[in-house]
């Protein structure tokens, strides 16, 4: 049934449609350690084990956008390697091969992270009386993952000019951690 109701290739046109838009600090927000401690000291170790649930909820529903986006983001650049291809300059090809990498790294990030937060919540269930497992142990992985996907919309937005001003506006429009790469301070 799939094959007949996949959807057809993707151009440039069609991926700024269907494209998650993740803001860049819940992303980071939700992945970072340290609130951990001023809440766990702040109230009962029942209200935190609800409140840590409900981060390993919003992180799970970042991870699958995240692996939304890129996956959606590969099939649009497949299709400019397989129409394109001859046509655009050796930069640009560059860009494209580094581009396809980040997104696999990052989905393949997401997917791990996703996985883990899962295992999480079913012994947060099934096993009350263990202790609250702490974002702590995924900082190494979620810094990966978002670096990999900052990485990648920042690649978006700068492929995203070869196709023209409405284009490249459309598409900065749907990125989030662009926007938050240029909020920083420069020099």
């Not at 899962?118 to 947060?124: E, F, I, K, P, V």
Request: hydrophobic share 40%; proline share 5%.
């Amino acid at each position: 049934m799939r094959l007949f109701t996949r959807y057809p290739e993707r151009s440039i046109r069609d991926v700024y449609p269907f494209f998650y838009y993740i803001e860049g600090e819940i992303l980071i927000g939700s992945f970072h350690p340290e609130p951990e401690q001023a809440y766990r000291t702040a109230n009962t170790s029942t209200e935190f084990r609800k409140w840590q649930i409900r981060r390993v909820h919003l992180a799970i529903h970042l991870c699958r956008h995240i692996s939304a986006n890129c996956h959606l983001l590969q099939e649009w650049t497949t299709y400019e390697r397989k129409l394109n291809w001859e046509a655009h300059s050796e930069p640009v090809r560059v860009g494209l091969r580094e581009f396809q990498v980040r997104c696999m790294r990052a989905r393949t990030a997401a997917f791990a992270i996703r996985f883990r937060l899962l295992l999480w919540l079913m012994r947060m269930h099934m096993l009350p009386m263990l202790p609250v497992p702490s974002f702590r142990s995924l900082v190494d992985h979620s810094n990966r993952l978002i670096e990999s996907y900052g990485a990648a919309e920042t690649l978006v937005e700068t492929l995203s000019l070869l196709y023209g001003e409405e284009i490249h506006e459309n598409m900065v429009a749907v990125l989030g951690m662009v926007e938050l790469e240029s909020d920083e301070p420069e020099g």
